[in-house]
Nanobody
Framework: QVQLQESGPGLVKPSQTLSLTCTVS??????????WSWIRQPPGKGLEWIGYIATRGSTYASPSLKSRTSISRDTSKNQFTLQLGSVTPEDTAVYYC????????????????WGQGTQVTVSS
């Protein structure tokens, strides 16, 4: 059974870069045809899909965040990462990594395999 775990600083200063790592166990990020995704949920709001890296390495980011988003991976560690630059307090959210089927990407309801989420607060 695949498991995902987010890690990274819980507090980031405005204008800095938010950097998170998702460590995957029980499955390889290079196998099958999944989207290895980053999603966030601001307080009291719904899910916002940030982007993904596909099994073969191609990446996608939401148009609203693309200019600030970089998603990459380290296959030797079975990890993928999120870097979100120029953060503001509006980026405060619980951040999740997930493995989803391509057809399920962008749904308002969580499906597939998700990490437990990690709270990231942007504050000076």
């Amino acid at each position: 059974q695949v498991q995902l775990q987010e890690s990274g600083p819980g507090l980031v200063k405005p204008s800095q870069t938010l950097s998170l790592t998702c460590t995957v166990s029980g499955g390889s990020i290079t196998f099958n045809s999944y989207y290895w995704s980053w999603i966030r949920q601001p307080p009291g709001k719904g899910l916002e899909w940030i982007g993904y890296i596909a099994t073969r390495g191609s990446t996608y980011a939401s148009p609203s965040l693309k200019s600030r988003t970089s998603i990459s991976r380290d296959t030797s560690k079975n990890q993928f990462t999120l870097q979100l630059g120029s953060v503001t307090p509006e980026d405060t959210a619980v951040y999740y990594c997930a493995r989803v089927l391509p057809r399920d990407y962008g749904l308002g309801q969580a499906t597939g395999s998700w990490g437990q989420g990690t709270q990231v607060t942007v504050s000076s």
